[in-house]
């Protein structure tokens, strides 16, 4: 069967082929973004050390600054906690982008290939 290469077809295939690629992307970064909210990697969080030398101007407790560690770290998971939760989004969002214009052009491909077909 040969195929006629005018600039719809080469339009439609051009298309479904972008958004094929990013389908893929999308998919492969949301797996991503599913498995780092699953297991996320491990955290490093500094360990506060009380003042070496205690001036007047410097005289703070180790509780205090156990606290403040404490709610540094809560914010710290906090945040990373969305930017997991973000990157998710932005995978899917691709996803469902991608997913309904690759399904409209690759049936008018297909309803093309038909048409021509049944002309012959």
Do not use: C
């Amino acid at each position: 069967m040969r195929r006629d290469w005018n600039i719809r077809t080469v339009y439609l295939y051009l298309v479904s082929f972008v958004t094929l690629i990013m389908m893929i992307v999308g998919t492969v970064q949301t797996v991503d973004a599913i498995v780092t909210l699953v297991y996320p990697p491990p955290l490093y969080y500094p360990i506060p050390e009380a003042p070496k030398i205690p001036t007047p101007d410097q005289n703070v407790p180790v509780e205090l600054l156990q606290e403040r560690a404490r709610i540094e770290q809560q914010r710290q998971e906090q945040q990373v906690r969305y930017e997991r939760v973000r990157l998710l989004a932005g995978a899917l969002a691709l996803l469902a982008v991608a997913l309904p214009i690759y399904l409209y052009h690759w049936r008018k491909v297909q309803e093309e290939a038909k048409i021509k077909l049944a002309g012959q």
